[in-house]
């Protein structure tokens, strides 16, 4: 099992940005798919943004494209999510998630551990 850990949100105005990390245990992190997925009061988990082991394959919702960012640094077992030019409907509790099954996932079933999650509230 993959322990995660991330960190970075916050309370920020419209317009704004925020890095989100996430921090994995174990020794394997690059052969694990990565993933972010968000989860607003009231509503069903969905998907934010997905990379591969190696960082060459990245996935976005469409909603976040061309306003957040996912990469990784696999020497530092860490995940991270840039995100600007936040809106109001950005706001939620962001999990991020590995895979140690499959190599590109996006999708919620394809992702084996989560984390616990870290609230990101963007006022108007």
């Known amino acids: 099992q993959v322990q995660l850990v991330e960190s970075g949100g916050g309370l920020v105005q419209a317009g704004g940005s925020l890095r989100l990390s996430c921090e994995a245990s174990?020794?394997?992190?690059?052969?694990?798919?990565m993933g972010w997925f968000r989860q607003a009061p009231g509503k069903e988990r969905e998907f934010v943004a997905s990379?591969?082991?190696?960082?060459?394959?990245?996935n976005y919702a469409d909603s976040v494209k061309g306003r957040f960012t996912i990469s990784r640094e696999n020497a530092k077992n860490t995940m991270y999510l840039q995100m600007n030019s936040l809106n109001p409907e950005d706001t939620a509790v962001y999990y991020c998630?590995?895979?140690?099954?499959?190599?590109?996932?996006?999708?919620?079933?394809?992702?084996?551990?989560w984390g616990q999650g870290t609230q990101v509230t963007v006022s108007s």
């Open positions: 174990g020794r394997t992190f690059s052969s694990y798919g």
């Open positions: 990379i591969s082991g190696g960082g060459s394959s990245i």
């Open positions: 998630a590995a895979s140690r099954r499959y190599v590109n996932p996006s999708r919620s079933h394809q992702f084996d551990d």
